[in-house]
């Protein structure tokens, strides 16, 4: 079936490192959703990307879709503490009825 | 609103034993999804709903899970006989719309079967 590639899997950085995970498609994507899950919580809505090269900010968060339509991106710079948890990437199966989430990717930060 | 809700938020039960897992959507929202969450699978969709009516139960895995929406303010997921390998987080989200629209998730019920 269709997945979306989650990579990588786990990621620890020191407090004020930069992160970046990566979600990729082997088909084009109408749209992607990415998501944050804090440890013991559950996944919340963080933005949908739309458009070929769509570029958008929540404040040291940059996501990224790429031209193709096949992978997206999330980019946190100078990370924080409260920055922990995992980033889920979310896209439409073929059909559009319904989401494929990523297998995500847990972020953990020491200060 | 108080975004969608679950219950209870723990179940710890033996095997073979019947659990019914319970949540209330987002009012005004059409669609209500199950999701199942465990460190090998990740986030699994097991069925969703539109208005009341289930559409694709194709993430079912077994007979033994059923889940149903008698109203547009509450849904059920029954295991019913419960397994070890039933132990995971269930979630339920609600939204507006299908793959287009953000979807709002409740706490999850944290399953334990011994």
């Known amino acids: 079936g269709q997945q979306v590639m989650q990579i990588p899997q786990y990621q620890h950085v020191q407090e004020g490192e930069d992160f970046t995970t990566y979600c990729n498609s082997s088909t084009t994507l109408s749209n992607i959703q990415w998501y944050k899950q804090r440890p013991g919580g559950h996944p919340v809505f963080l933005i949908q990307?739309?458009?070929?090269?769509e570029v958008k900010k929540q404040k040291r968060l940059t996501f990224q879709f790429g031209e193709a339509k096949k992978n997206s991106s999330l980019h946190i710079t100078a990370t924080q503490t409260t920055d922990v948890g995992t980033y889920f990437c979310a896209a439409p199966n073929q059909a559009g009825t319904a989401l494929i989430f990523g297998k995500g990717t847990t972020l953990s930060v020491s200060s | 609103d108080a975004g969608v809700i679950q219950s209870p938020r723990h179940e710890v039960t033996e095997m073979g034993q019947e659990v019914t897992l319970r949540c209330k959507p987002i009012?005004?929202?059409?669609?209500l999804f199950w999701y199942r969450q465990t460190m090998m699978r990740g986030l699994e969709l097991l069925i969703y709903f539109n208005n009341n009516v289930p559409i694709d139960d194709s993430g079912m895995p077994e007979d033994r899970f059923s889940a149903k929406m008698p109203n547009a303010s509450f849904s059920t997921l029954k295991i019913q006989p419960s397994e070890p390998r039933d132990s995971a987080v269930y979630f339920c989200?609600?939204?507006?719309?299908?793959?287009?629209?953000?979807?709002?998730f409740g706490p999850g019920t944290r399953l334990t079967v011994l």
């Open positions: 989200a609600s939204s507006e719309g299908l793959a287009m629209y953000e979807q709002f």
């Open positions: 990307l739309v458009k070929s090269g």
């Open positions: 009012s005004g929202h059409d669609y």
